[in-house]
């Protein structure tokens, strides 16, 4: 799942949703710096109700991660996803149509929630404009196995920045792709997917129910 997807339920709690966050941020700023539930777990009683709720905020991530992904919707879409997108990268590259097949319907589920209802984006970039990000990090380091130092600078940045509205773009989806592609060492994706991207948006949107019904 994504962010949007992630959080979408729990906008009355600001640092819970920074903890659905808090795996996937990490991703960007220290990959092999990793937020796992179990070290998380510990902290989920915390006397620390910002501590407490990040924490929570992280176990739900993974908790909510595993059902999805084990949904049979997910793994219908993901797949055929990933056969089609095949026909559009260059031989050999098997292994990244999987995680293009996987991730598109991600953020495309992302995408629907914000198309159903626009308020939900407007939403979520205000409850991160809530946080402290120097208490994040302190939460952070407490869950985290290494030190973390970069998220103050991540979160105003990934605010300003927006990009979950550029799901609803099926260019700016492809760019935002590419950018996940750079960022984990695969190869750039061509132009040619932007029109794929459009025969599969509405596949999503018809499914999104069952993806959201874990």
Excluded at 35 to 51: G, H, I, K, M
Excluded at 108 to 114: G, R, Y
Excluded at 174 to 192: I, N, Q, T, Y
Aim: glycine share 4%.
């Amino acid at each position: 799942m994504n962010y949007l997807s992630h959080a979408y339920r729990f906008f009355d709690e600001p640092y819970f949703v920074a903890g659905t966050a808090l795996p996937d941020w990490m991703n960007v700023v220290d990959r092999r710096n990793r937020t796992r539930s179990q070290y998380a777990e510990p902290l989920r009683d915390s006397s620390d109700a910002l501590v407490r709720d990040v924490a929570r905020g992280v176990i739900q991530h993974h908790d909510d991660d595993r059902r999805f992904h084990q949904t049979s919707i997910f793994v219908e879409l993901s797949t055929r996803f990933a056969v089609q997108a095949r026909h559009y990268l260059a031989p050999g590259l098997g292994h990244q149509a999987g995680f293009l097949g996987h991730i598109v319907v991600e953020l495309l589920l992302d995408w629907v929630l914000m198309d159903r209802d626009a308020s939900r984006l407007t939403r979520y970039y205000e409850v991160l404009e809530s946080l402290d990000a120097s208490q994040l990090e302190r939460a952070a380091n407490l869950i985290c196995r290494h030190p973390v130092d970069k998220l103050v600078v991540l979160l105003p940045r990934f605010i300003n920045e927006r990009f979950l509205a550029d799901y609803s773009d099926d260019e700016r989806l492809l760019w935002r792709l590419g950018g996940v592609m750079r960022r984990v060492k695969l190869p750039e994706l061509p132009e040619d997917l932007i029109g794929w991207l459009a025969t599969i948006r509405p596949i999503v949107a018809a499914h999104a129910d069952e993806l959201l019904a874990f």
